[in-house]
């Protein structure tokens, strides 16, 4: 977990960075199985574009290729940051907006671009999911600068709706039955109703915050405390009568997919 100092002086990634995780990002041609129609756009050329943006990466990942022919051609994943781009609550809590980009080489994705938002405090990532959040997917054909430049200017435009929807979490207070209620809510992230029927979890012993920023009874602190624990897999549980330890999210689909349900639960909560 980096601390405030790390984060304000942590570095880019430069492309060496980049290749030693995600290889498949460096893809100069495409699998061999897509169609003859297939437009192969590399995600290096998104990296200089975005670049030229003021959006650089920092952070990547890629999955695991299920069979040889993918290999260097699977799903991977980048974060851009830009520096110039930063929302300071009134209350010290700054926060980073990103831009998540997913795509692949194998000829079953599009570019795709997610908001996101960084929190300094506590260093734990945030996919944003309201209506005004969606998936922005970019074909491979007919891909331009100028295309890109609309959709990343028309993602940051909106980025006062974040705001917005954080102020409302910071002005939602609640109550311990409630937030018990919001714990049980955000479990099904992760858990499926059957899997939840089999497990115990101490609530209280859930919610509580590991850090002493993050303690409070508004519903900004409480999500980002069951945010990161989710993520994290920093809670016990029992199963079968045998205690558990809950495992950390490392596969970025999942990641992704428990953040942005997760906000729109939080969402339901907020006054």
Same mark, same amino acid.
Request: charged fraction near 30%; hydrophobic fraction near 40%.
């Given at each position: 977990m980096m601390n405030s100092e790390d984060l304000q002086t942590a570095k880019y990634l430069s492309k060496a960075n980049?290749?030693?995780?995600?290889?498949?990002?460096?893809?100069?041609?495409?699998?061999?199985? =897509?169609?003859?129609h297939y437009t192969h756009i590399p995600t290096e050329r998104v990296i200089d574009d975005m670049e030229v943006l003021g959006w650089k990466p920092i952070e990547a990942k890629e999955v695991k290729a299920r069979k040889n022919s993918t290999k260097g051609f699977q799903k991977h994943l980048l974060v851009f940051r830009n520096?110039?781009?930063?929302?300071?609550?009134e209350d010290g809590d700054t926060v980073f907006p990103q831009i998540l980009m997913t795509n692949s080489h194998d000829g079953?994705?599009?570019f795709t671009f997610q908001a996101g938002l960084y929190r300094l405090i506590?260093?734990?990532?945030?996919?944003?999911?309201?209506?005004?959040?969606e998936d922005v997917k970019m074909r491979h054909m007919g891909y331009s600068f100028e295309d890109l430049q609309d959709l990343i200017k028309d993602m940051v435009e909106k980025l006062p709706l974040t705001v917005e929807s954080m102020n409302k979490m910071?002005?939602?207070?609640?109550?311990q039955e409630a937030i018990i209620k919001f714990a049980k809510d955000a479990l099904l992230t992760r858990f499926t109703k059957p899997e939840m029927n089999r497990i115990q979890i101490?609530? $209280?012993?859930? =919610?509580?915050? =590991?850090?002493?920023?993050?303690?409070?009874? $508004?519903?900004?602190?409480?999500?980002?405390v069951v945010q990161e624990k989710l993520i994290t897999? $920093?809670? $016990?549980?029992?199963?079968?009568?045998?205690?558990?330890?809950?495992r950390e999210i490392k596969n970025f689909k999942q990641d992704m997919k428990i953040n942005k349900e997760l906000f729109n639960v939080a969402l339901e909560y907020a006054s």
């Amino acid at each position: 977990m980096m601390n405030s100092e790390d984060l304000q002086t942590a570095k880019y990634l430069s492309k060496a960075n980049i290749k030693s995780i995600a290889p498949s990002v460096f893809a100069e041609k495409p699998s061999s199985e =897509v169609s003859k129609h297939y437009t192969h756009i590399p995600t290096e050329r998104v990296i200089d574009d975005m670049e030229v943006l003021g959006w650089k990466p920092i952070e990547a990942k890629e999955v695991k290729a299920r069979k040889n022919s993918t290999k260097g051609f699977q799903k991977h994943l980048l974060v851009f940051r830009n520096e110039d781009v930063v929302i300071n609550g009134e209350d010290g809590d700054t926060v980073f907006p990103q831009i998540l980009m997913t795509n692949s080489h194998d000829g079953k994705n599009a570019f795709t671009f997610q908001a996101g938002l960084y929190r300094l405090i506590c260093s734990n990532g945030l996919v944003i999911a309201d209506q005004q959040f969606e998936d922005v997917k970019m074909r491979h054909m007919g891909y331009s600068f100028e295309d890109l430049q609309d959709l990343i200017k028309d993602m940051v435009e909106k980025l006062p709706l974040t705001v917005e929807s954080m102020n409302k979490m910071k002005a939602t207070e609640m109550e311990q039955e409630a937030i018990i209620k919001f714990a049980k809510d955000a479990l099904l992230t992760r858990f499926t109703k059957p899997e939840m029927n089999r497990i115990q979890i101490n609530l $209280d012993e859930f =919610v509580k915050p =590991v850090r002493k920023e993050d303690a409070g009874s $508004d519903l900004w602190s409480v999500f980002n405390v069951v945010q990161e624990k989710l993520i994290t897999g $920093d809670f $016990d549980y029992r199963s079968a009568g045998k205690a558990r330890k809950a495992r950390e999210i490392k596969n970025f689909k999942q990641d992704m997919k428990i953040n942005k349900e997760l906000f729109n639960v939080a969402l339901e909560y907020a006054s």
